[in-house]
């Protein structure tokens, strides 16, 4: 029986590489926990800033520079020690502790979430992290060569444990790494900001990561936010995605996914200046996400159903397997890229 021309089948959506648009991912902590919701390879787990000050082990050094050690929410706390000038070593202090929780944690060896957010999406498409932990990047390192390089831009809106630039020739890389110019280390990006103060054009590379996400997200056919809050304690991140996003009414094309567990209620109130009319979705679990149902070609799934009206079959990201298993899955869509010119 010959196919309906109303249908794009699993075959079509892999072969078809046409959106050039970007799709745009922002993770938040939420993301992260998700992740790995029982903790990294060794059981560690990944805070929240409501519950950051029990699992990263630092209410002690709080209770002795007089902040309550039950404080609710770690950014606060960490805002009432900045306007005080004789807390500057228990500042230093704190900001060394978080740096070594974070860097102490280990990806498992299967597959994660973040292992499938670099596969499933292609160099046209950007991952923003609010997150410090390293596993973006350690997702980066193992599966490079399989990507060859071609790995979506990341992102650090909010300084990250494993990430470095070199302030000299504006290059991005790992800490410590050697920059591929100057051949010197590159340092790492600064971590804590007072939630009354927080200027992300102070730091260079944390402002170049903003100037580069208001570019894309004017740019993006659908805008995923993963466990992100938007938290009131962050309200200048939030002002400059609204500036970057634009008049909501003159984006009436573009879709706005949500990944999170909170109620719907919740979810639309916070984004409600993303979403034009109905053009959102929610769901609980990224495996429903259009990256997951359509990865690396969540674009030209999106144009099929709601351009062309057409009905689509999801091609479903494998979730028991192993890496090795992962790669071999992905090598048609890899195999179609590269016939149209595109490097993998």
Not at 140 to 153: C, D, E, T
């Amino acid at each position: 029986m010959a196919k309906s021309p109303h249908e794009a089948s699993v075959e079509d959506e892999i072969k078809d590489t046409s959106m050039g648009a970007p799709h745009v991912v922002l993770l938040g902590a939420g993301a992260s926990r998700a992740a790995f919701s029982r903790g990294d390879r060794n059981s560690r787990i990944l805070p929240l800033m409501d519950d950051f000050v029990q699992h990263v082990g630092i209410g002690e050094l709080l209770k002795r520079a007089g902040v309550p050690g039950d404080a609710p929410n770690f950014e606060t706390a960490y805002s009432s020690l900045v306007s005080d000038p004789n807390m500057a070593a228990v500042r230093q202090e704190l900001e060394s502790r978080i740096l070594e929780y974070f860097s102490s944690l280990e990806m498992p060896e299967s597959p994660t979430i973040f292992d499938h957010l670099l596969l499933a999406m292609r160099p046209k498409d950007v991952i923003a992290t609010f997150n410090w932990d390293p596993f973006l990047l350690e997702a980066v390192r193992r599966n490079n060569h399989i990507l060859k390089g071609q790995v979506p831009a990341l992102l650090f809106l909010h300084g990250n444990v494993a990430a470095g630039f070199c302030t000299k020739d504006r290059v991005n890389g790992f800490r410590g790494a050697i920059c591929s110019k100057c051949k010197q280390p590159m340092p790492g990006l600064p971590l804590l900001y007072p939630i009354t103060q927080k200027n992300y054009e102070n730091d260079p590379a944390i402002a170049t990561a903003w100037s580069y996400m208001k570019l894309v997200l004017k740019k993006t056919f659908m805008f995923t936010v993963f466990g992100y809050g938007a938290p009131a304690s962050d309200t200048a991140a939030l002002n400059l995605l609204k500036d970057a996003w634009g008049n909501v009414e003159d984006r009436s094309l573009e879709q706005t996914e949500l990944i999170d567990i909170r109620s719907k209620e919740d979810l639309t109130k916070t984004w409600d200046p993303f979403i034009h009319t109905h053009h959102y979705e929610i769901h609980n679990d990224f495996f429903d996400s259009w990256i997951a149902r359509h990865p690396r070609r969540s674009g030209e799934a999106y144009w099929n159903q709601y351009m062309m009206a057409k009905f689509i079959s999801n091609n479903r990201i494998p979730q028991s397997t192993t890496l090795k298993e992962l790669w071999d899955w992905y090598k048609p869509l890899f195999d179609a890229e590269q016939s149209r010119g595109e490097v993998v």
